[in-house]
């Protein structure tokens, strides 16, 4: 079994700059992807390794990996933004899933 | 467009089984593996299991071996999960999710709230 750990909650003031981690054993050596989640909606791919993003996710989305934390970054944060984000890694052929971190918007 | 459409909503006595279904379009299906992933609601989410659609090998989560039974059915270009011994833990909402050439899980289903209660 592997663990990824994120802060159950953020705050961020509306424009500034939103910052999400993640944590797990020599994370830094496994791809991470980002995935957002809001309300009664399925979740949405959002970022991955070497900061490659599906065609319409806006580039104020962020991230960066190294030793044992993936960080998510969101630049210029908009009121659209707050949701559940969530990170995910393969440990060889199984992907685990992070706690998820409330991002609210203030 | 690729889309994953699931079934409806299921309501089922403990001890029941469910068989929830994904179907895939805008995608040569048999291309890309089906994962099913659960969420107990406010809860993170839950690696379950995943058919290879061009082999039909499966593989699960040591939580749900002996729990979950995935399928598909390449004609309709369809995947199952059926889920067996039901008890009330296990309502949630099942989600598929196609995982893309770069192991990312790129395409998710609208989710199958399964509500387990007597």
């Known amino acids: 079994s592997y663990e990824l750990t994120q802060s159950p909650s953020v705050s961020v003031s509306l424009g500034q700059t939103a910052t999400i981690t993640c944590s797990g054993l020599d994370l830094g050596d496994k791809s991470v992807c980002w995935l957002q989640q809001k309300p009664g909606q399925s979740p949405l791919l959002l970022i991955c390794r070497n900061n490659w993003r599906p065609s319409g996710i806006p580039q104020r989305f962020s991230a960066s990996n190294s030793g044992n934390t993936a960080t998510l970054t969101i630049s210029e944060t908009q009121a659209m933004d707050e949701a559940a984000y969530y990170c995910q890694a393969w440990v060889s052929t199984t992907p685990y899933f992070g706690g998820g971190t409330h991002l609210t918007v203030l | 467009q690729v889309h994953l459409v699931q079934s409806g909503a299921e309501v089922r006595k403990p001890g029941a089984s469910v068989k929830v279904s994904c179907k895939a379009s805008?995608?040569?299906?048999?291309?890309?593996?089906i994962h099913w992933v659960r969420q107990v609601p406010g809860q993170r989410l839950e690696w379950m299991g995943w058919i290879n659609i061009g082999n039909g090998h499966t593989d699960y989560s040591q939580k749900a071996q002996g729990k979950i039974t995935i399928s598909r059915d390449t004609s309709t270009s369809t995947s199952y999960m059926e889920v067996s011994s039901l008890r009330p833990e296990d309502t949630a909402i099942y989600y598929c999710?196609?995982?893309?050439?770069?192991?990312?899980?790129?395409?998710w289903g609208q989710g199958t709230l399964v509500t387990v209660s007597s």
């Open positions: 999710a196609r995982v893309g050439s770069n192991w990312e899980f790129d395409y």
């Open positions: 805008g995608y040569t299906f048999y291309t890309y593996g």
